[in-house]
């Protein structure tokens, strides 16, 4: 195995040529670095990590933050996996390595957190499960290390950067589509109404409400965990409700599973008893009998664009990411099924 300063020699060229290209920095040009990339691999260059962290004071990582609890995916069975593949490509252009850092089951996100700020032991975060009211993004700011957010929050400033998904646009369109379909007691199922994506959501569905001319009813409203068993129990509170909603539209897809099982051991059929939109696509409503409306995003691009805000925020990778948007909307796309269907007269 060779080391930085063989490689200088094999390539007569300086070690800090060696050195900036092979961490992929903007003034080496792409000649110069295809050749130390090539000859690294050729002759087994092996980096002596600990050493350029002592010297750096950098680890060359990223650290993605995740809950150990049965929201980790907010309600989807693979969402993270694909935001994490596209963080990943974004990443490794530059030679940075992604860790997850798992909060453990019952530890509070802000104590977590202080946790892994005081430890150092990545060069930059990216939290996630945003909160309305999120004291994390001020900690950060003053703390100085580089994050991005996956969500927004009341608390972010203008200079933070997040991406995040259109919770609001995806509601007020579902409940459009909804009225137009001939459904006037539409419900809503979301998470609990601390979570930001919670009440964007609950945000668009009063304003779809309210551009459809009809009336906000909080008894339409249903909070619940975001997986099968908070759609089963949500299912079982409809059943009971005096006034039965006629369409229903799910913050988290996975609630349908359970949903479905609920209306079936009652006897109704799902669609056609009640129709049903869930917020995002997953495998599983491909294989739900009727198949789910519901909206697709492109998560392996979200992942993508979230890591490039993070490269941002690094003095080694600002200038060349300096055109990256600061804060961004990702848009989504309709999934046409069949759980949706006109109400019947």
């Known amino acids: 195995m060779k080391g930085i300063r063989q490689l200088a020699d094999h390539l007569s060229i300086s070690t800090g040529t060696v050195s900036r290209a092979l961490n992929g920095k903007a003034d080496v040009n792409a000649e110069t670095r295809k050749r130390v990339l090539e000859a690294a691999e050729k002759l087994g260059y092996v980096p002596n990590q600990a050493g350029r962290s002592l010297r750096q004071g950098v680890t060359g990582t990223v650290g993605l933050i995740l809950s150990q609890d049965a929201s980790i995916g907010a309600g989807s069975e693979n969402f993270f996996p694909r935001v994490i593949d596209g963080l990943q490509q974004a990443l490794s252009r530059h030679g940075l390595d992604l860790v997850l850092l798992l909060r453990p089951r019952g530890e509070k996100q802000d104590e977590f957190l202080r946790r892994m700020v005081a430890r150092r032991i990545v060069d930059a975060l990216i939290i996630t499960s945003t909160r309305v009211y999120d ?3 001020p900690f950060l700011t003053k703390s100085g290390m580089p994050f991005v957010a996956l969500g927004r929050s009341e608390t972010s400033r203008p200079e933070n950067r997040w991406a995040d998904l259109d919770f609001e646009g995806i509601a007020e369109r579902a409940v459009t589509r909804l009225f137009e379909r001939g459904h006037r007691q ?22 779809g409400l309210d551009s459809c001319g009809l009336t906000f009813d909080p008894d339409l409203v249903f909070q619940s965990d975001g997986q099968e068993a908070g759609g089963y129990e949500i299912g079982s509170r409809i059943l009971e409700s005096k006034h039965r909603p006629s369409a229903i539209v799910l913050n988290a897809e996975m609630m349908s599973i359970g949903l479905y099982r609920r209306l079936g051991e009652a006897g109704l059929t799902p669609g056609k ?22 909206f697709r995003i492109d998560a392996a691009a979200l992942g993508c664009s979230l890591g490039e805000m993070l490269l941002s925020t690094l003095p080694a990778f600002a200038e060349q990411y300096a055109d990256v948007p600061r804060q961004q909307i990702w848009p989504f796309d309709l999934v046409e099924g069949e759980s949706d269907p006109p109400l019947q007269a």
């Open 135 to 137: 004291p994390r993004f």
């Open 273 to 294: 008893d009640l129709a049903i939109i869930a917020e995002r696509e997953s495998p599983v409503g491909r294989f739900l009998s009727p198949r789910l409306t519901c």
């Open 186 to 207: 539409i419900a809503l199922a979301g998470p609990r109404p601390d979570a930001n994506l919670g009440a964007l959501f609950l945000k668009g569905y009063r304003r």
